[in-house]
């Protein structure tokens, strides 16, 4: 009777345990179930500004400085269509959907050339992420954030970092030996999100029908919030716009 | 038993138990110098903080307070969590023996004094209210101390491995300049997480800010200095070149210069 009641208590604080972990990595609103019949969002992000001041060639061919040749990233749009790259598409306030997948392999920021390499990087709450360096001198990665565990660490040749991000938030990572070189992680608490690519084109799948709330993220132009209907088993396309002012 | 071994061997162990008494209640103020810090903010540490600190760091640290204006570096903003004298790895938040550390000894080279004109139990009460400020410390827990290894010996041999690592490894004298000035070609450029010019920290001085123990020299490369570029090389060195740096930096400091 004792051995009982004593495998008891051990199992009910094991199942605790499991129950306590769960809730400090899992966004609480957020419930995961099977999607079966989900919509798809399609669409794509447009910056209708003036770009000519980038790729004005003032130094007509001549060998530029780094500094100069890697300003250009915070703001990239496609010269055929106008899609901006790099910005980051999540539904707000969505309740309850697919599951929130951690990818096992970690997703990874290079530093190459004193640039990192992705410059916009969009992840769940509870991925790790590899850092890496792959210039033959010293660079340092640092984040200021409260809630996540801030890091400032010297990175030599091929070092590789791990960092795993659990809380919701937009975090900037910087070396501070090259002050231009930096990069955005975007952590979202739920799994329906997508970035842009070259052309300003974007995908979100499985999204059970309903309406929701669809927040653009770009670090220069800010955010855009747009009220998007699903259907099941449909696609719906929305479009972006940022205009110059 | 005869009754005067008896009598001796009572005597002896009386005599080893009073001793050991003795013993342990010498030693245990000095080994575990235990400061009590109270786990929730008090009324006596509010009214501390407001008439010691706030007028720096601010009603609600911010460190805003009307002297601050005047003052680089900045009073610490603790909303942040930031502490850059830590035992804790880069980034942890400080052991409360940490805060405790920086609040009696001071900061040499800011405006940060040794608040040892206030008596202990009134220094480790300002803990709590200083943890109060940031939401950090609810969400998060101190990582625990960083292992200090075993010193080694300065000599002519690890001086020039330290000086090697300066140079050519981990070229610290791109801010804190070659001769250790803190004229670095990217000193100029450098900024804290608040955003506020910060200057690379020149050795010459020999008052470090973090204390000038070699242990404390050698725990500043290890653990980083949160809210500042300065970044922790825990992952690029290992412990015995991180002696022989904290040798060669030390040994950057020039008397004659500081004797001024």
Same mark, same amino acid.
């Not at chain 2, 490894?169 to 804190?176: A, D, G, I, T, V």
């Not at chain 2, 020149?202 to 123990?213: A, H, L, V």
């Given at each position: 009777m004792k051995s009982l009641s004593f495998f008891i208590i051990l199992f009910s604080f094991l199942g605790w345990n499991i129950v306590s972990s769960k809730d400090i990595l899992a966004e609480k609103n957020y419930i995961e179930e099977e999607v079966t019949d989900g919509g798809n969002i399609v669409g794509s992000v447009k910056y209708m500004g003036d770009l000519a001041m980038l790729k004005l060639?003032?130094? #007509? #061919?001549w060998e530029l400085t780094d500094t100069s040749k890697n300003a250009s990233e915070k703001l990239i749009a496609s010269r055929i269509n106008n899609g901006l790259k790099y910005a980051v598409i999540s539904i707000t306030n969505i309740a309850k959907g697919k599951k929130r997948l951690i990818p096992k392999t970690h997703p990874i920021i290079d530093q190459q050339r004193s640039n990192f390499i992705p410059h916009v990087i969009a992840i769940l709450a509870g991925t790790t992420i590899d850092i890496l360096n792959g210039d033959e001198e010293l660079h340092t990665v640092h984040t200021r954030t409260i809630k996540n565990q801030p890091f400032n660490l010297g990175t030599t040749y091929r070092q590789r970092i791990s960092r795993k991000f659990d809380y919701p938030e937009i975090i900037k990572l910087s070396c501070d030996i090259h002050k231009h070189a930096y990069a955005w992680i975007v952590i979202l608490d739920n799994p329906y999100f997508d970035i842009t690519d070259r052309n300003g084109y974007f995908e979100i799948c499985d999204i059970p029908a309903g309406t929701y709330k669809l927040n653009v993220w770009h670090e220069e132009l800010g955010n855009i919030e747009k009220e998007v209907t699903v259907y099941p088993k449909k696609i719906t396309n929305v479009g972006f716009v940022y205009s110059q002012n | 038993m005869k009754p005067k071994v008896l009598l001796d061997k009572v005597g002896l162990w009386s005599a080893t138990v009073v001793a050991s008494t003795a013993l342990i209640l010498g030693v245990a103020p000095m080994t575990a110098k235990a400061i009590n810090v109270p786990t929730a903010v008090t009324e006596d540490g509010k009214n501390t903080y407001k008439k010691y600190c706030s007028p720096c760091h601010g009603e609600e640290g911010k &460190?805003? &307070?009307?002297?601050?204006?005047?003052? !680089?570096?900045?009073?610490?903003?603790?909303t942040r969590g930031a502490y850059k004298f830590r035992t804790t790895p880069s980034g942890s938040l400080p052991t409360d023996e940490d805060i405790f550390r920086t609040i009696s000894y001071g900061v040499p080279n800011s405006t940060m004094i040794p608040w040892d004109i206030l008596t202990e139990q009134q220094r480790a009460s300002i803990i709590p209210v200083l943890k109060s400020f940031s939401e950090a410390f609810e969400v998060r827990k101190p990582e625990p101390p960083v292992n200090v290894g075993l010193e080694i010996r300065p000599s002519e041999k690890s001086l020039a491995e330290g000086k090697k690592i300066y140079e050519e490894? !981990?070229? $610290?004298?791109? $801010?804190?300049g070659v001769e250790g000035? *803190?004229? *670095?070609?990217?000193?100029?450029?450098q900024e804290d997480d608040f955003g506020f010019p910060i200057k690379p920290f020149?050795?010459?001085? *020999?008052?470090?800010? *973090? &204390?000038?123990?070699d242990r404390d020299v050698y725990l500043r490369f290890t653990t980083g200095l949160n809210g500042t570029p300065m970044p922790s090389f825990a992952k690029e060195l290992t412990d015995e070149q991180r002696w022989c740096l904290t040798h060669y930096v030390m040994s950057l400091i020039k008397p004659e210069e500081t004797c001024k």
């Open positions: 060639d003032l130094y #007509g #061919g | &460190g805003d &307070g009307p002297l601050a204006r005047s003052m !680089l570096p900045k009073p610490r903003d603790f490894k !981990l070229e $610290c004298w791109k $801010c804190h000035r *803190g004229d *670095g070609p990217s000193a100029a450029e020149d050795f010459t001085t *020999g008052k470090f800010k *973090g &204390g000038n123990s």
